[in-house]
């Protein structure tokens, strides 16, 4: 399975309809190099741009929802289509969408995790509820996203619901990039599973991005890293290994404390 992140810079003077245009055409472009391409988190309108969220919230089918399932389809790829700032019911949600090759709406996952103490994130969005997996041929896949990387009872719950692969996106300060490393391989290492960490490059709200977007195998060995700046991000997984893996160090089976997370857990599937 080749996997392709699209590590998108966030440059605060790009309009947001021209920065969505640009992601799907990033997208378009991995035509044929690619079956799953991963966006970062907020990348419409940059994780620590708080003062946005509310004037370019949109509904869960609105513009970059279109706009992705049109690059999905054109594509022929799976897309986890990083996340946007959903308005739904009066209230804000950090929002991940996946969708399908055909351009189907196959996952979202609201951020249950969400960063800032008592500013910014925190304050503004509203928690999701829901642990959520998606099945691709061969690979069942959890979401999470940026913030989500430091809890890893999350994680552990997505292990339990049959997830062999992460995929997180996230909008990860460049001050705090040596953690973005060691919880990435550390989550990969704890549950024998692939990590797709996809970040951002640029500047959100002045706040200087990490970048180093990294896809880590089950053993945790880090098969691509990128560098601080825009660019794609390319590996390809077998999605046999985190069978093979569990199977050679069957760590998982000797676990004694069990997962009492309070989420519900939603499998999304295409059919």
Known sequence: MRASLIQIAVDPDEPVADRR???ARLVREERGAADLVVLPELWPVGAFAADLFGPESEPLHGPTYRSMADAARDA????HAGSFVEAAGGALYNTSLV???DGELTASYRKIHRFGFDKGEAVLMAAGEDLVTFD???LTVGVGTCYDLRF???FRGLVDAGAE???VPAGWPVRR???WRLLAQARAVE???YVLACGTAGSHAGVEQAGHSLIVDPWGEILAEAGPGEEVLRAVLDPAKPAAIREEFPALKDRVLGVAAPHRTRTRSRT
């Open 21 to 23: 245009a640009r992601a």
């Open 76 to 79: 022929e790829v799976w897309l």
């Open 99 to 101: 969708f399908s090759p």
């Open 136 to 138: 691709l041929p061969h």
């Open 152 to 154: 890893p009872e999350l």
């Open 165 to 167: 692969a992460f995929v």
């Open 177 to 179: 990039r040596a953690h």
């Open 191 to 193: 549950n024998q599973a």
